[in-house]
């Protein structure tokens, strides 16, 4: 009984603390603005976009939250390491842009980091879910109950941006850099090659071991995986770059060539897939003059995306409400669940962020898009933390959720347009570099 009262006791503490010690953030009231320009339409949408990071994080630790939902039984507690790994990204544009302080923003990373330091790990990985309040892992399904090397990548990408940000020399950044280096250092990515094998696997389980059997080749959001898997800077956990070029770069799906809507696409499936294959691995690694043997990275993307629009303007299963402005198909919830939307995979769902994160690629197409979902669908789908998930205008639905890993790179993306903050911040990481260079990559920010 003593221990539950002190358990009840430390946790309103901490959470009276974290609340004490976040700023006060004005944001952009819930009625939508007239008349904005391009520029403070940007700011508006990556400062409400930003609320979910912030004001909904989890009161413990600091990490975002899964959704801002409570479904598929998931249960209120459950925060997310690769949505973590974006939340992080748009702390550091919310210090840039000085809607927080930067002692603010590095003292709510620090406490993040101290929470990860001591949560559930399996050769220095995370899982995928981790409970917010104590760090225990929740499985994402039965035999997925351990480590998680992609949504770690997430996370890991968007610690070492942050490292890459507070270079400062108070006491709050150096604890920040080191306990951000430590975990990188422990990370074990030759482990996951399941016993020497030229290819990486996405899960491992102290309790299923490889069950979940699931070598991870190209293309698809799994790039940076491999990209920090060669950068590692532990020697003893470092793999080969055949573990890219013999796992990653064979598959019936990695080479593609062909052309769809008259617009050819490098690697892939056919039509390219949901566009979040363009996006999670790119909010730090920056795509522009990036060319290995195998494509031009930033063509990929672009052609990806714009294929992807232009299948909703011809709009072949002819559902309602796609147009030149109101386009974009990625994962997401949908009128019946969950689906990775594409041309391929259709149900007339469009996702906000599907074209807002893709900004860098097709600035003026996002802004149409933009434009049309906050002046013309604003008064169904802007809310406090952004736009919704998504919505189906031939089903007259709209979601009453919002995803981390929707979420996050709206906010990121739209800073690597308007400054490429993330990209320079992610790219100067020597480690990096090294590891870029290993596996035969060319970049105009490679020195």
Same mark, same amino acid.
Not at 222 to 241: G, Q, R
Not at 319 to 328: C, I, L, P, R
Not at 401 to 414: K, N, T
């Given at each position: 009984?003593?221990?539950?009262?002190?358990?009840?006791?430390?946790?309103?503490?901490?959470?009276?603390?974290?609340?004490?010690?976040?700023?006060?953030?004005?944001?952009?009231?819930?009625?939508?603005?007239?008349?904005?320009? %391009?520029? !403070?339409?940007?700011? #508006?949408?990556?400062?409400?976009? $930003?609320?979910?990071?912030? =004001?909904?994080? &989890?009161? +413990?630790?600091?990490?975002?939250?899964?959704?801002?939902?409570?479904?598929?039984?998931?249960?209120?507690?459950?925060?997310?390491?690769?949505?973590?790994?974006?939340?992080?990204?748009?702390?550091?544009?919310?210090?840039?842009?000085?809607?927080?302080?930067? %002692?603010? !923003?590095?003292?709510? #990373?620090?406490?993040?980091?101290? $929470?990860?330091?001591?949560? =559930?790990?399996? &050769?220095? +990985?995370?899982?995928?879910?981790?409970?917010?309040?104590?760090?225990?892992?929740?499985?994402?399904?039965?035999?997925?109950?351990?480590?998680?090397?992609?949504?770690?990548?997430?996370?890991?990408?968007?610690?070492?941006?942050?490292?890459?940000?507070?270079?400062?020399?108070?006491?709050?950044?150096?604890?920040?850099?080191?306990?951000?280096?430590?975990?990188?250092?422990?990370?074990?990515?030759?482990?996951?090659?399941?016993?020497?094998?030229?290819?990486?696997?996405?899960?491992?389980?102290?309790?299923?071991?490889?069950?979940?059997?699931?070598?991870?080749?190209?293309?698809?959001?799994?790039?940076?995986?491999?990209?920090?898997?060669?950068?590692?800077?532990?020697?003893?956990?470092?793999?080969?770059?055949?573990?890219?070029?013999?796992?990653?770069?064979?598959?019936?799906?990695?080479?593609?060539?062909?052309?769809?809507?008259?617009?050819?696409?490098?690697?892939?499936?056919?039509?390219?897939?949901?566009?979040?294959?363009?996006?999670?691995?790119?909010?730090?690694?920056?795509?522009?003059?990036?060319?290995?043997?195998?494509?031009?990275?930033?063509?990929?993307?672009?052609?990806?995306?714009?294929?992807?629009?232009?299948?909703?303007?011809?709009?072949?299963?002819?559902?309602?409400?796609?147009?030149?402005?109101?386009?974009?198909?990625?994962?997401?919830?949908?009128?019946?669940?969950?689906?990775?939307?594409?041309?391929?995979?259709?149900?007339?769902?469009?996702?906000?962020?599907?074209?807002?994160?893709?900004?860098?690629?097709?600035?003026?197409?996002?802004?149409?898009?933009?434009?049309?979902?906050?002046?013309?669908?604003?008064?169904?789908?802007?809310?406090?933390?952004?736009?919704?998930?998504?919505?189906?205008?031939?089903?007259?639905?709209?979601?009453?959720?919002?995803?981390?890993?929707?979420?996050?790179?709206?906010?990121?993306?739209?800073?690597?347009?308007?400054?490429?903050?993330?990209?320079?911040?992610?790219?100067?990481?020597?480690?990096?570099?090294?590891?870029?260079?290993?596996?035969?990559?060319?970049?105009?920010?490679?020195?």
């Amino acid at each position: 009984m003593k221990k539950s009262i002190f358990i009840v006791f430390t946790t309103l503490f901490i959470i009276h603390t974290v609340s004490a010690q976040k700023q006060n953030v004005k944001f952009d009231p819930l009625s939508r603005q007239k008349n904005l320009s %391009d520029s !403070a339409l940007l700011d #508006l949408i990556q400062k409400q976009t $930003f609320r979910y990071f912030w =004001d909904f994080a &989890h009161p +413990v630790s600091g990490l975002s939250r899964e959704r801002s939902n409570v479904a598929y039984e998931y249960g209120a507690e459950v925060v997310t390491t690769g949505g973590t790994g974006f939340g992080i990204m748009s702390v550091l544009v919310a210090a840039e842009r000085k809607w927080i302080s930067r %002692d603010t !923003a590095a003292k709510f #990373l620090l406490r993040m980091v101290k $929470f990860l330091s001591k949560a =559930d790990s399996y &050769h220095g +990985v995370f899982p995928h879910w981790l409970n917010g309040a104590t760090g225990k892992t929740i499985p994402f399904s039965r035999k997925d109950d351990g480590a998680d090397l992609v949504e770690t990548s997430y996370l890991m990408q968007g610690l070492l941006c942050a490292r890459q940000y507070f270079d400062g020399d108070e006491r709050t950044e150096r604890e920040l850099r080191n306990r951000i280096n430590w975990m990188w250092n422990d990370i074990e990515w030759n482990w996951f090659t399941n016993g020497g094998q030229n290819v990486l696997y996405w899960h491992w389980s102290p309790n299923n071991g490889w069950a979940m059997d699931f070598p991870v080749r190209g293309f698809n959001e799994c790039l940076i995986m491999y990209v920090l898997a060669a950068s590692c800077p532990n020697e003893k956990y470092k793999v080969s770059p055949a573990v890219y070029h013999r796992g990653w770069a064979e598959s019936n799906f990695f080479k593609n060539g062909k052309q769809f809507y008259g617009i050819k696409l490098p690697l892939g499936f056919d039509y390219g897939g949901p566009l979040f294959f363009s996006q999670y691995s790119f909010l730090g690694l920056d795509p522009r003059g990036l060319k290995d043997r195998y494509a031009d990275y930033w063509e990929q993307n672009k052609n990806h995306t714009l294929i992807n629009r232009e299948h909703c303007v011809r709009n072949p299963n002819k559902f309602k409400g796609y147009s030149a402005e109101n386009w974009g198909l990625t994962a997401s919830d949908t009128y019946n669940g969950y689906a990775a939307h594409s041309p391929t995979e259709d149900l007339g769902t469009i996702s906000p962020t599907a074209a807002l994160s893709a900004f860098p690629y097709t600035p003026e197409y996002s802004m149409q898009a933009l434009k049309h979902f906050y002046f013309k669908l604003g008064d169904n789908i802007w809310s406090e933390y952004g736009f919704v998930d998504a919505f189906n205008e031939t089903k007259n639905w709209v979601a009453k959720s919002h995803l981390a890993i929707d979420q996050g790179p709206i906010i990121v993306m739209m800073e690597n347009y308007r400054s490429g903050l993330l990209w320079k911040l992610f790219m100067s990481c020597p480690e990096v570099q090294n590891g870029l260079k290993r596996l035969g990559f060319a970049s105009p920010a490679i020195k």
